[in-house]
């Protein structure tokens, strides 16, 4: 998902794990970004190391009451990142283990002959790979994480709304359409045939499952959001100490957070009051902060990488629980009211890594020496 950034504290939410690149998409329609290497952004105030304990001692909440994972996705399992891989390395779960074999069948599919001699599919994985390693990674995580968007909307039974993906379909055929009229084509089953390469019926049958995974991203997101435990917070967030020492002097005199966020703070959320997307509980120092801090009361400062941070904590909601049936216009109504955010799916990302196993083994194998 590609959202509006808050590169500020970005990595504060996420806990270490990072920020998405990517330029900007509305929501909720959102296709799902994914487990690629975050580009460097200023350092984020709050930030705690991966795997930091939890500065309370009480309680997780209770999972919602939704369907349980498969058998074969509740295994957490380590997975082993191989020089220049993604940032993250999780498969989806459900598929048989690969077997032991340095040679696969798919090393030896033939996709093109010269002069009698073979060109198979390891050597042009292996080609493509060296020419644009980066993006052949992008496009298995973009399947990884699809993968994982089913496996939750069939976990929460996720419904989509009537016709919204034929009507996605019907906006992306028009874009294409101009496409296709630059291009100088006469139509668009002339322009997907000659400038793709590809059957008009084959991509567009794609093109509506991949809209399809798109528009569930962004419901199993909220659901997975307003089904765990959450802090609504405010931040203000500082470099130096003479702003540091302003900031504290007028919440010390009584001055609404808000409206000290809007005049002093450096983190893009001072244009709504230091508000943030809701912080789920969790291992960061943002989401301790967050659950240390009473209701209405102030944290901070918090020297964290030469920035100074500052929290209001607004409100704890309740959890929400059940399947679709009882989520569905809660998650939709919630959506209608405000998109996903860039911390929102980061926070999803993290937790969906906890829970499902990846393997890219296979992978690896099929590409043999070509690396």
Request: proline share 8%; hydrophobic share 45%.
């Amino acid at each position: 998902m590609r959202l509006l950034p808050r590169a500020f504290v970005c990595l504060a939410v996420a806990g270490g794990f990072g920020c998405a690149s990517g330029g900007n998409r509305p929501a909720p329609t959102v296709v799902p970004r994914p487990l690629e290497a975050p580009p460097e952004r200023a350092a984020s105030p709050g930030a705690g190391p991966p795997g930091a304990a939890s500065a309370t001692g009480s309680e997780a909440a209770p999972r919602p009451e939704v369907a349980p994972l498969p058998e074969a996705a509740r295994t957490r399992a380590s997975v082993t990142t191989p020089p220049g891989g993604a940032a993250s390395e999780r498969a989806a779960p459900g598929a048989e283990p690969p077997a032991a074999s340095n040679a696969p069948a798919g090393r030896e599919v033939l996709v093109a002959s010269v002069g009698g001699t073979r060109i198979e599919l390891e050597q042009l994985l292996g080609a493509w790979l060296r020419r644009d390693g980066a993006g052949v990674r992008t496009l298995l995580d973009d399947l990884v994480l699809s993968r994982i968007v089913e496996l939750e909307a069939a976990r929460f039974g996720t419904e989509l709304p009537q016709n919204l993906v034929r009507r996605a379909l019907d906006k992306r055929r028009e874009l294409l359409t101009e496409e296709a009229k630059k291009a100088g084509e006469p139509d668009l089953d002339t322009f997907v045939e000659r400038r793709l390469g590809l059957a008009p019926a084959q991509f567009f049958a794609g093109l509506e499952r991949e809209l399809a995974v798109d528009l569930l991203a962004s419901r199993v997101v909220r659901a997975w959001l307003l089904t765990s435990e959450r802090a609504e917070v405010r931040v203000i967030a500082v470099k130096g100490q003479e702003l540091r020492d302003r900031v504290q002097a007028k919440l010390a005199a009584g001055q609404d957070f808000a409206g000290v966020a809007a005049e002093l703070s450096e983190d893009p959320s001072k244009e709504e009051g230091g508000r943030m997307t809701p912080v789920v509980r969790g291992e960061s120092a943002l989401a301790r902060l967050a659950f240390a801090t009473p209701l209405g009361e102030v944290a901070g400062p918090i020297d964290e990488r030469g920035r100074f941070l500052f929290m209001q904590v607004d409100a704890r909601p309740r959890l929400s629980s059940g399947t679709w049936s009882v989520l569905g216009a809660e998650v939709e109504a919630s959506l209608a009211a405000r998109g996903i955010e860039d911390p929102e799916y980061w926070q999803w990302q993290q937790a969906m890594q906890a829970i499902y196993e990846v393997d890219l083994g296979p992978f690896r194998v099929l590409l043999g020496s070509n690396l």
